[in-house]
C-alpha cells in the first residue's frame, strides 16, 4: 500500500472512479464519500450537465457554494427552463457566477417566453435567434 493509501497507482484509480461514475451518475454521491482525493476528482462530474425547471431548484443553493472558478471549470452544459412570475431576478446572479471568455456560452432570461416561441415556429425572430445572433458576434470578438 501506497503513503497515500492508495493500492493502485493514483492515475489507475482515478480512471476506476471516473468511469464508474460515467457509466451510473447515480452512483456520483455515494463515491464523493470515500475519500477526499476521490471527492476532488468525481464532484466536478457531479456538475457537469446542470438542469434546473424551477428558480427554487436546489441546484441554485448547491451553486452558491462553489467558486466561480470551480463552476467555469466544471460545468459544460447548463439548461434551465422556468418562466414563472418573478423567475427573471434570479438568472442575471445565477449568470454572473457563470461567466466565461467561451463564445458559445449565452445566457438569456427572456420574458414573454410562451409567446416567444411562437415567433420562433412561425419564422418570426424569437430569443433562440437572437441567442445565436449573439453567440455569432462574441464569436468574432473572441477570435479576432
Known sequence: MSVDGSRFPLDL???IFEIAAAINPKTIATLLR??????????????????????DDPVFDAIQHKSPTFLRNAVHHLITAFGGEGDGARAPAFASRLTSNDARAVVMAPSGYKQDWEKGVRGGDDFWVRAEAFRLHRESIFSG
Open 34 to 55: 470515500v475519500c477526499h482525493r476521490i471527492h476532488a476528482w468525481i464532484e466536478p462530474l457531479l456538475y457537469s450537465v446542470i438542469i434546473a425547471t424551477t428558480p
Open 13 to 15: 484509480e482515478r480512471e
